[in-house]
C-alpha cells in the first residue's frame, strides 16, 4: 500500500472526520486540489509550510483507494507530489496522529517517517 500524508490542523481535521470527508484547507481550496506529500517529501512540507506551528495532526492516506482524481504533478525543485482533485473521503484515512514540535522546534513524526 503506498501512503500519501497530510497535515492539518487539529480542529480543521476533527471537523473533517465529523463530517465524513475532508474538503481541503484554504490553500487547497485557493489551488483546487489537496495538496499531499509522499513520506519522503512530509518532513520538508512541515518545515516549510508549517514551521512553528504545535496544534498539528498527520494523516496517512491510501493513495489507490483514490484512484484517477489524485494526481502526481511536479511542484517543489521539480518534486512530484500527490495532488487530490476531489474531497477526500474519511474511508481513505489509514491513521491520525498527533504531529507535536520537539523542544528543538522540529515536528516529532513518527517512526519510519
Not at 3 to 20: F, N
Not at 21 to 48: C, M, N, Y
Not at 87 to 94: D, E, N, Q
Amino acid at each position: 500500500m503506498t501512503l500519501i500524508y497530510k497535515i492539518s490542523p487539529a480542529t480543521d481535521w476533527r471537523e473533517a472526520e465529523a463530517a465524513g470527508v475532508f474538503t481541503g484547507a484554504p490553500v487547497d481550496l485557493a489551488d483546487g486540489f489537496i495538496h499531499f506529500s509522499a513520506a519522503d517529501q512530509v518532513r520538508e512540507t512541515a518545515g516549510k509550510h508549517f514551521a512553528g506551528r504545535s496544534d498539528l495532526v498527520l494523516a496517512a492516506i491510501d493513495a489507490a483507494s483514490l484512484g484517477d482524481k489524485l494526481v502526481w504533478e511536479p511542484s517543489r525543485g521539480g518534486a512530484h507530489f500527490p495532488h487530490l482533485y476531489a474531497s477526500l473521503p474519511m474511508s481513505a484515512v489509514v491513521s491520525v496522529v498527533d504531529l507535536p514540535l520537539g523542544a528543538d522546534g522540529a515536528h516529532r513524526f513518527p517512526e519510519g517517517l
